[in-house]
């Protein structure tokens, strides 16, 4: 991960490395609530579709308007307000999911609940754009790998505990209940950052011209292009996984949440995985994850009569889907010589057009050839990105040469 380029200091100038702790650790708890307000909708589908009286194809079209949105919305609006005081930006960042989430809660049917989507989707990559850097920053050189890879741990902390546990919720409660509850909590750490993290030095403006010559390089643009193929595997099976263990491996409603705690569970060692090796070769570790992704997934479906072979299966998936998250973001920003806050934020987007595509192909998988299908499908997909691993490093050997 490049060295962050933010200073790390009060406004008065003077170091705070007790504070700077905490604030990374706000940061990461942030991440956590921001993670599992964009894919807790994964959860609800089945509970949401019934409530709303839509199928559950169409449901998972929600994900694709997130999805989308960061896509399109994401890098004009990162470069724009890369220049601006961290600690406001991200304070207004966490009132707009606390609003977005409240107005979901309430929404009486699927427009104004789309529209409580369309609210946060554009302030995600703003956060994901600038959280990484900012974290390096207020932990300083010595740290900053570490601060990074907590923030990222927000990921795998809402695999494991914000998305299962929200489901959970929404059999106690609704899913209503479970937008609620995401409300406060965005409430509660805009309001615990306010009051804990430093005042940053203002970055330097960068003009969006000076920032947009990363689209020239090939081998950053085939980086992203990669991230794209990866994330349309993960999330063409990954939308759906609540219904697939519904419909295909009879699991009781009431227990889909614990199955998806336990996919998160898991999924803490991928993470862990993934930060480990990433420096071995992004794109080789790339190209493994994807190659056990695939495997993941299309045993998932094959195993799915037995429930100790389908907890396997979802172990060996879990653990390389949470992996590529931390790879694909050290990557992409690896690939880039300049314009790190806008690189990171152009594979949050192209990772949410990955999203977006998967939720599209999963529902057309399911509507045309049925639910059993959609793993293999996703495997397919995998294997693509295994393949595309391997010419986007000939890009970077031609590149060197």
Same mark, same amino acid.
């Given at each position: 991960?490049p060295?962050?380029?933010?200073?790390?200091?009060?406004?008065?100038?003077?170091?705070q490395p007790?504070?700077?702790?905490?604030?990374?650790?706000?940061?990461?708890?942030?991440a956590?609530?921001?993670?599992?307000?964009?894919?807790?909708?994964?959860?609800?589908?089945?509970?949401?579709?019934?409530?709303? @009286?839509? =199928?559950?194809?169409?449901?998972?079209?929600? &994900?694709? %308007? *997130?999805?989308?949105?960061?896509? !399109? #919305?994401? $890098?004009?609006?990162?470069?724009?307000?890369s220049?601006?005081?961290?600690?406001?930006?991200?304070?207004?960042?966490?009132?707009?999911?606390?609003?977005?989430?409240?107005?979901?809660?309430?929404?009486?049917?699927?427009?104004?609940?789309?529209?409580?989507?369309?609210?946060?989707?554009?302030?995600?990559?703003?956060?994901?754009?600038?959280?990484?850097?900012?974290?390096?920053?207020?932990?300083?050189?010595?740290?900053?790998?570490?601060?990074?890879?907590?923030?990222?741990?927000?990921?795998?902390?809402?695999?494991?505990?914000?998305?299962?546990?929200?489901?959970?919720?929404?059999?106690?409660?609704?899913?209503?209940?479970?937008?609620? @509850?995401? =409300?406060?909590?965005?409430?509660?750490?805009? &309001?615990? %950052? *306010?009051?804990?993290?430093?005042? !940053? #030095?203002? $970055?330097?403006?960068?003009?969006?011209?000076?920032?947009?010559?990363?689209?020239?390089?090939?081998?950053?643009?085939?980086n992203?292009?990669?991230?794209v193929?990866?994330?349309?595997?993960?999330?063409?099976?990954y939308?759906y996984?609540?219904?697939?263990?519904?419909?295909?491996?009879?699991?009781p409603?009431?227990q889909?949440?614990?199955?998806?705690?336990?996919?998160?569970?898991?999924?803490?060692?991928?993470?862990?995985?993934?930060?480990?090796?990433?420096?071995?070769?992004?794109?080789?570790?790339?190209?493994?994850?994807a190659?056990?992704?695939?495997?993941?997934?299309?045993?998932?479906?094959?195993?799915?009569?037995?429930p100790?072979?389908?907890g396997?299966?979802?172990?060996?998936?879990? &653990?390389?889907?949470?992996?590529?998250?931390?790879?694909?973001?050290v990557?992409?920003?690896?690939?880039?010589?300049?314009?790190?806050?806008?690189?990171?934020?152009?594979?949050?987007?192209?990772?949410?057009?990955?999203?977006?595509?998967?939720?599209?192909?999963?529902?057309?998988?399911?509507?045309?050839?049925?639910?059993?299908?959609?793993?293999?499908?996703?495997?397919?997909?995998?294997?693509?990105?295994?393949?595309l691993?391997?010419l986007?490093?000939?890009?970077?050997?031609?590149?060197?040469?």
């Amino acid at each position: 991960m490049p060295p962050a380029t933010l200073s790390a200091t009060s406004a008065e100038g003077r170091t705070q490395p007790r504070g700077n702790s905490l604030a990374v650790l706000l940061l990461a708890i942030s991440a956590f609530v921001i993670v599992t307000t964009e894919f807790i909708i994964v959860g609800l589908l089945p509970s949401l579709s019934r409530d709303l @009286g839509i =199928s559950i194809a169409a449901a998972g079209q929600l &994900v694709t %308007l *997130f999805a989308f949105t960061v896509m !399109l #919305a994401g $890098p004009f609006l990162t470069a724009m307000l890369s220049h601006f005081e961290r600690k406001r930006l991200f304070v207004v960042i966490l009132l707009i999911f606390a609003g977005a989430n409240a107005l979901a809660a309430a929404a009486p049917n699927i427009w104004i609940l789309g529209f409580a989507r369309f609210l946060p989707a554009l302030a995600l990559p703003v956060f994901w754009g600038t959280a990484s850097e900012t974290a390096g920053a207020l932990a300083g050189p010595e740290k900053s790998g570490k601060a990074v890879a907590n923030v990222y741990l927000g990921i795998s902390g809402a695999m494991v505990l914000g998305i299962p546990l929200g489901t959970l919720a929404s059999d106690a409660f609704g899913w209503r209940g479970t937008f609620w @509850g995401l =409300s406060g909590l965005s409430l509660l750490m805009g &309001v615990a %950052l *306010f009051l804990v993290m430093p005042t !940053l #030095a203002k $970055p330097p403006r960068v003009r969006l011209a000076e920032q947009a010559k990363i689209l020239k390089d090939p081998y950053f643009l085939g980086n992203v292009v990669l991230s794209v193929v990866v994330f349309t595997a993960m999330f063409t099976a990954y939308t759906y996984l609540a219904d697939t263990l519904q419909q295909i491996a009879h699991i009781p409603a009431a227990q889909v949440g614990w199955w998806l705690m336990g996919f998160g569970i898991v999924g803490l060692g991928g993470n862990w995985l993934g930060g480990q090796f990433v420096s071995k070769g992004p794109l080789l570790v790339t190209a493994i994850a994807a190659l056990v992704l695939a495997i993941g997934m299309a045993a998932t479906t094959l195993l799915a009569g037995s429930p100790v072979w389908l907890g396997v299966a979802l172990a060996v998936w879990g &653990v390389a889907n949470t992996a590529l998250y931390p790879i694909c973001q050290v990557r992409v920003m690896q690939s880039a010589s300049h314009a790190q806050a806008l690189a990171g934020t152009l594979n949050v987007s192209m990772a949410n057009a990955g999203i977006g595509l998967g939720a599209i192909i999963g529902g057309a998988i399911i509507t045309h050839l049925g639910l059993a299908s959609v793993g293999y499908v996703a495997a397919g997909i995998a294997l693509v990105a295994v393949v595309l691993s391997a010419l986007v490093f000939r890009l970077k050997t031609r590149a060197a040469a």
